[in-house]
């Protein structure tokens, strides 16, 4: 049984089958345009596939969301697998794509817009490739730049973007205007959650319109809040990177008596980045990140650790994502920037005074504080090896689903599988880490720090959230 959109709204597709199935499927071309020319796919010609055994994707193939279930439970939500198909709904010669990239700086962004272009480009016979300059308002206020083979070649060994990059600007009727008027037909847009809402603005549009154009989506985001898929690019890189200022902390503090190293990390509202950097680190002895609260003062509070830690061990390091303990702050900001996030307050800087008030007012102890943010240039170092192989991945998979005719859909990994999810799926809310959740508790374990949670807000914990994956122990695979 299967539920589709009508010409006048687009509605989820949903298809289900025996046993609890349920493909959540991504729109096609088709679903609007009849009677649409379809090719052979020209991979069949290609040498570099000539050693494959099964070119193609089967039709039905799919991949499950929840990879752990019981004997007796439904099937569950799945998604369609990532892959070229067997029948393609564009000619080479008649592609005419383009590629933006919205919002911050993460590493790996030149290496998917370099995929991009050489998937198109050496698996498909794509000569005519444009970038877009400067975010979502470059589609009408800016110059576009001509991408090949050559011109990229070597972008993924630079951090940051070629095409350039902002935030806001985006204007569905002058974005669509323009893709109408330059005969762009596949639109690949690369930006977080933010960038993916507006992409799926401009599906909309498109499918409104009538026009035959792939609107696809690669999911980019430095925090890895992007829910579904198992985790975005260059977060890796990031994490990897941010070792190096933790080390940098704890050289520091062990350096001096009483030596505190405080590190800032990136994570507005999800703490990914600052919990595993201090899992591999295993030189941090507090972390906390915007889904733990926790309070300063009293028994049980930071400064009653920090000092047992000094006592104990004559140093610490203390890691905080940049969006932890915004309720503390006096004056909790209400502006946004363009991108529509709320400006937060710097609460890094604001507990590492607060730390250096208590101990040289209140407790007489000469501490050594040194406060480290290494945000920016974590967001400026190209992709490692790890990151380029899953941006390669992200980007071919994207080309692959846009030649068949897909669209309205954003590419990524889900239970190690590359699938085509729905932006809906993508943009309905934020992956965050579950602090009931094993991952969690193996931080706890590993620096010795309080959760600073009483066990009645621990009971609440465990009844409001999703239960996550026995298998990925991050809350990302676990049920509707």
Request: aromatic fraction near 8%; charge should be neutral; proline fraction near 5%.
């Amino acid at each position: 049984m299967a539920s589709s959109a009508s010409p006048e709204t687009s509605k989820p597709k949903i298809i289900t089958g025996p046993g609890g199935y349920v493909l959540q499927d991504v729109p096609h071309l088709s679903d609007y345009i009849p009677d649409l020319l379809v090719y052979s796919n020209p991979l069949q010609d290609n040498p570099a596939y000539s050693v494959v055994k099964q070119y193609f994707v089967h039709v039905d193939d799919t991949v499950p969301q929840k990879i752990v279930v019981h004997k007796d439970g439904p099937r569950g939500v799945h998604f369609r697998r990532a892959g070229p198909r067997q029948k393609v709904y564009f000619h080479s010669d008649d592609v005419h794509a383009c590629i933006v990239t919205c919002g911050g700086l993460c590493p790996g962004l030149n290496t998917v817009i370099r995929e991009i272009v050489c998937g198109l480009y050496h698996m498909y016979g794509v000569k005519k490739v444009l970038g877009i300059d400067g975010g979502y308002r470059g589609f009408y206020a800016k110059n576009t730049v001509n991408l090949n083979p050559k011109v990229v070649n070597d972008i993924h060994k630079r951090g940051g973007t070629i095409l350039g990059t902002s935030r806001g600007g985006h204007d569905t009727a002058k974005i669509v205007d323009s893709i109408q008027d330059r005969g762009i037909n596949q639109v690949y847009i690369i930006g977080g959650d933010g960038t993916q809402r507006g992409a799926s603005v401009i599906f909309e549009e498109v499918r409104r319109r009538g026009l035959k154009v792939s609107v696809v989506g690669i999911p980019k985001t430095i925090d890895n809040d992007v829910p579904v898929i198992d985790k975005s690019f260059g977060f890796d890189t990031a994490v990897e990177e941010a070792q190096r200022a933790i080390n940098a902390a704890h050289v520091e503090a062990q350096s001096f008596e009483n030596g505190i190293g405080l590190v800032k990390l990136m994570g507005r509202y999800s703490g990914f980045i600052a919990m595993h950097a201090t899992l591999a680190s295993r030189d941090v002895d507090c972390c906390l990140i915007p889904e733990s609260p926790f309070y300063l003062e009293g028994p049980g509070g930071l400064f009653e650790y920090i000092e047992r830690r000094l006592k104990e061990n004559g140093h610490m390091v203390l890691v905080i994502a940049e969006g932890a303990g915004q309720e503390l702050l006096a004056e909790s900001s209400t502006q946004k920037d363009a991108s529509g996030n709320k400006l937060l307050q710097d609460v890094a800087l604001w507990v590492s005074q607060r730390i250096k008030d208590h101990f040289s007012k209140e407790r007489k102890m000469t501490i050594n504080l040194k406060y480290i943010d290494p945000t920016y240039m974590i967001r400026a170092i190209p992709s490692n090896a790890s990151d380029n192989v899953y941006c390669t991945l992200l980007a071919q998979s994207a080309v692959h689903g846009a030649m068949a005719g897909y669209t309205g859909y954003t590419s990524g990994l889900v239970n190690g599988r590359q699938t085509y999810i729905p932006f809906y799926r993508i943009t309905e809310k934020q992956n965050h880490v579950v602090i009931t959740d094993r991952m969690w508790a193996r931080l706890l374990s590993s620096t010795n720090q309080p959760s600073f949670l009483h066990p009645k807000d621990i009971i609440e914990d465990k009844v409001d959230e999703e239960p996550a994956s026995p298998l990925l122990d991050n809350g990302n695979c676990g049920p509707n």
